[in-house]
């Protein structure tokens, strides 16, 4: 009897094997980032097939193959260094200056609602303004060069950066307030450890859309007057019609977007601990 009971023994190990398996691959398959990386896989498959089928024009799409030598070659010969390196340094000015001057109005507009009250209207009316609209103004008064670039991504990420502070602040909770007075807080006391707290998911969510915008607005500024860059690049080989360096410059500054906004998903587990 022993024999018969080791032998089902062994095939349950065995039908566990096999029921194991799949539900491993399926765990598998389930990960966000297998699932991401085969949708990838698809697309560039399916881009590649077209273009050398003749299904996709590919004078104006390239092939992916095309496109990856083109971007190897601007890795190896240093262009994409230089260029950059020129887009970050006016894109990362803007946008620390941005988040400091928009997150201290901000806050400041919600905890003292004096003070928010007067500046509400001309945030408002100024936010409205169609700001690469103003970029023409911009090149008049500070030139051609990065201070201009600058200064169009400051107008662009300051401004979603500051409501969102002043909605943080301006919501905390009334009750969480009442008990920081009862334990005796000061004013300022108050405003960083129980205002600043409750309006930091409010304010990561504002850098989360400014540091977006603010790639949007510089590589559009690059567009229309710069002597370098990644916008710059794009337009250069467009209107040469340079598809396949025009794709490769267009999927770096893409790739750099991704980096930034997965840096501030980072910032945010990180920033939530301490909230």
Known sequence: MGAPSGNRVGAGDAGGRRTGEPARLRTLAARPGTLSLLILVLVLGGWEAGGRTGALDTFFFSTPSVIAVKAWTLLANGDLLFHTLRTGYAYVAGVVIAIAIGATCGLAMGWWRRFGDVVD????????????ALFPVIILIFGIGDLSRTVIVFL?????V????YIGAKQTPRLLIDVGRVFGYSHNRLFTAVVLPAALPYLIAGFRIGVTLGIIMIVVA??????????????????????AEMWAWVLYTSFYALLIVRGTDYFERWAMRWA
Request: overall charge neutral.
């Open 222 to 243: 690059e567009f229309l007057a710069a002597s370098a860059g990644l916008g710059q690049q794009i337009a250069v080989t467009a209107q040469s019609y340079q598809i």
């Open 156 to 160: 662009g990420v300051v401004f979603p």
């Open 162 to 165: 500051l409501f969102n502070a």
């Open 121 to 132: 209207p001309y945030v408002v009316f100024f936010s409205a303004m169609p700001r690469i």
